[in-house]
């Protein structure tokens, strides 16, 4: 197995783990703050696919698909924690991670 089969293997692992975990959730339970001081699901999720997002970026300029307006600031783990307005669905959150 040469190193570009691992990174396959890699985003293959990461697609399955997120589409196991998301499987069965709803929308509502996405926002759910499970315990005070930790973010949602949601909140989390959005964080990491700016993460992804910007780290495409950073390797090839202009390569990854933009991300809906204000989605970095809305899942931001320094702004506004109770504001959950800007959070998506569980099917548009699983679209933007592909």
Not at 15 to 21: G, K
Not at 40 to 64: K, N, T
Not at 73 to 89: F, I, P, R, V
């Amino acid at each position: 197995m040469g190193p570009k089969d691992v990174i396959r293997k890699s985003m293959a692992t990461a697609d399955f783990t997120i589409n196991s975990y998301l499987g069965d959730l709803t929308d509502e339970e996405l926002r759910l703050v499970p315990v005070e001081g930790m973010q949602p699901i949601a909140r989390q999720l959005g964080h990491l696919i700016v993460a992804e997002q910007m780290f495409q970026e950073m390797l090839e300029p202009g390569s990854a698909p933009a991300l809906p307006e204000g989605f970095d600031k809305a899942h931001s783990l320094k702004e506004n924690l109770e504001d959950s307005s800007g959070y998506k669905t569980k099917d548009e959150y699983l679209a933007l991670w592909k």
